[in-house]
């Protein structure tokens, strides 16, 4: 905290638009953070690794046994909670920057909700955890493009915004009959999915993951970023700066989408990160814009804590990552209503 | 009025006489007062229990859905849509799972106690002159969803709960017999007397405080009285069976153009036509999920969502 606030005083009066130092304190303290996060997260277990260890190990100067651990044990969970993490952050940076509101993150708007469905239904129906990732990329996608459909043009502001509760609380409604169908074991597993959790995920569910996001969010941070900020002001005045309005909406969207859908492919619905990640880094970067980069750097961290949290919170069982995150969430959003509605933004 | 009576009456006849043997209307009298008839049995220990639950729970969610519509001035106020259903679905979840409570006796008073703090709650975020229908629905949703996410918490580490209540978190009518619709009894009276008499003052409520002041209600009393007309019928119909949407939003919406916003004719409105809603879902669902069911607040679901949907594009 120190450091943010040296930082602050020492930033020259005739700022530059452009990178903002604060930003990249936020940023970068995050990180360090995650990676602190990680080297804990990888050395504790069954069998404890010391952290000088841990970081030998992942330069690839370990001993065989604590390789084995690590590379083939640990870092697989791992990776894919920073990979989740990052893509929920920014989808929900996007979303929220979207939409302008500080609550309209994809789980809110029936995107996750999508996801859910139809990963429950292929959970209902027996089928495979592949099948059970495409269908809720599948799903998730499917309903983004459903409700724009629905929504028509006018993205942003309300109508979007209920048409997306509206798709939610339908999905909701089917998900709940989905849930009657199955037998007591089925539905054990289908409601720690639905929670959201890391447990057991392995590379399969890592490279997917990774490839995505490598894909996905230098398009936003080049293409889009820039323009969504921009697109804050207005859809006049930003047209009237010369952006593609349409086309940088939809496009975002689509990005947007199909990160939480991978996400939620790869580790279940994880509440509240997409929600909160953008909310917190905005807060501490006190920049405009969606804040992509510093929201990625926040929604690692969350979901890496959250995730070492749930493992060591308990002495007797670990809970599922998604309990965490709700409980959190839960806390924050509720903290949040009280202060933003004095301040009249929600 | 009086057609709205007798779609309710169909309703109600439709609801009884529904089910592995379809009685005609003529059965169902007969079931329903004699009982050497053949069809006593079938009428008194199944289907009628269901149907008054339906009646009771399809007035209570419409009428709070409209008086939470005029005390926020929110056109889509609903108490599924804003969390209390599932305030109540949360203390219920609690109870079920760490105090090891089972029958509807038990659920009623933490239902109630969940569903008057997120009333509340609402109130706060959603009363204030600041809030646009979009921002309270959004306020709504995210507490749903913390709300939502905590029952499958809370459920998760007990795989017997979950098949115990699953049917209740999908919210379903099939449980219902005579002794919860003797206890649901008194708390939807309270609330139902309560909500009615308070379609006065709150008609003088939407005019602004100080014009209600100048009419001689007291606004801080009304608030008060109707949050606590919401928590019970909200709290009792939740615990009774299990969090049920867009009831209680899209009965006023469809009143309201007969009736104008004169909330002495639209209360009443609502509470007959509501449970037409409901227990026509219900018997939508038995229908389409024959030999078992669809829940109810699955078809609600799924039925009401769309028209939500329209109403949303209809509202420009």
Request: proline share 5%; glycine share 12%.
């Amino acid at each position: 905290m120190t450091a943010v606030l040296e930082k602050r005083t020492a930033r020259p009066i005739g700022r530059k638009a452009g990178v903002r130092p604060r930003a990249v304190v936020v940023g970068l303290i995050a990180v360090l953070g995650t990676f602190v996060v990680s080297v804990f997260s990888l050395g504790t277990g069954d069998f404890d690794i010391a952290p000088a260890d841990v970081v030998t190990t992942l330069f690839g100067e370990g001993n065989p046994a604590h390789e084995f651990i690590i590379g083939e044990l640990r870092l697989p969970r791992l990776i894919t909670a920073i990979a989740v993490g990052a893509a929920l952050a920014a989808g929900g940076a996007v979303f929220q920057s979207l939409v302008r509101n500080p609550l309209g993150s994809p789980d809110m708007l029936g995107v996750t909700n999508g996801a859910s469905t139809a990963a429950l239904t292929v959970i209902i129906l027996g089928g495979t955890s592949t099948q059970l990732s495409i269908a809720a990329v599948l799903g998730g996608l499917g309903a983004t493009l459903l409700i724009q459909l629905i929504a028509g043009r006018a993205l942003h502001g309300f109508r979007f915004i209920l048409v997306g509760i509206g798709m939610a609380a339908i999905l909701t409604g089917i998900s709940g009959y989905l849930l009657t169908r199955g037998v007591q074991m089925e539905n054990a597993r289908a409601l720690l999915w639905l929670t959201g959790s890391l447990d057991g995920r392995d590379w399969g569910q890592a490279k997917p993951m990774l490839v995505v996001l490598a894909i996905v969010v230098p398009v936003l941070l080049l293409a889009c970023g820039p323009g969504l900020k921009i697109l804050e002001m207005g859809d006049d005045s930003a047209s009237a700066l010369g952006v593609p309005v349409p086309l940088l909406r939809n496009g975002a969207l689509l990005s947007a989408a199909l990160l939480v859908s991978f996400a939620a492919a790869s580790a279940g619905p994880v509440n509240f990160v997409a929600l909160i990640a953008p909310h917190l880094a905005k807060r501490l970067t006190r920049a405009p814009g969606p804040n992509l980069l510093p929201s990625i750097a926040v929604g690692t961290l969350l979901l890496t804590g959250a995730d070492f949290a749930a493992q060591h919170l308990l002495q007797e069982r670990t809970l599922p990552v998604g309990v965490v995150t709700g409980l959190v969430g839960g806390g924050y959003l509720v903290w949040l209503l009280t202060t933003e509605r004095r301040a009249g933004r929600i | 009025m009086l057609l709205a009576l007798l779609v309710l009456a169909a309703v109600l006849v439709l609801s009884i006489g529904l089910g592995a043997r379809f009685l005609s209307p003529g059965e169902v009298w007969a079931g329903l007062w004699d009982s050497s008839s053949a069809y006593y049995h079938i009428v008194h220990d199944s289907r009628l229990p269901r149907t008054l639950l339906g009646l009771m729970v399809g007035t209570a969610l419409g009428l709070a859905g409209a008086i939470m519509q005029a005390l926020t001035r929110n056109p889509l106020a609903d108490p599924g849509l804003l969390g209390i259903n599932a305030g109540a679905s949360a203390a219920v979840a609690t109870a079920a799972v760490f105090f090891g409570v089972g029958t509807f006796f038990g659920y009623v008073w933490f239902a109630l106690a969940g569903a008057a703090i997120v009333t509340a709650m609402v109130y706060a975020v959603g009363g204030g002159r600041s809030a646009t229908p979009a921002r309270l629905a959004l306020a709504g949703a995210a507490l749903n969803a913390t709300l939502l996410s905590y029952v499958s918490a809370v459920l998760l580490g007990d795989t017997q709960a979950i098949d115990r209540m699953k049917f209740w978190t999908a919210g379903s009518l099939a449980s219902a017999d005579f002794a919860t619709v003797e206890r649901l009894l008194p708390f939807f009276a309270a609330g139902l007397a309560t909500g009615l008499l308070a379609a006065r003052p709150l008609n003088a409520l939407s005019l602004g405080d100080d014009a209600a002041r100048a009419l001689g209600a007291r606004p801080a009393v009304i608030r008060t009285a109707v949050i606590v007309a919401v928590t019970l019928l909200c709290g009792s119909a939740t615990a009774a069976c299990g969090p049920i949407v867009f009831v209680g939003l899209l009965i006023p919406h469809m009143v309201r153009p007969f009736t104008g916003p004169d909330l002495r004719w639209m209360l009443p409105y609502t509470a007959v036509l509501a449970p037409v809603l409901l227990l026509g879902a219900d018997v939508l669902g038995r229908v389409l999920g024959s030999p078992g069911e669809l829940q109810v607040g699955t078809v609600t679901a799924v039925v009401g969502g769309p028209l939500f949907l329209y109403l949303v594009r209809a509202a420009k």
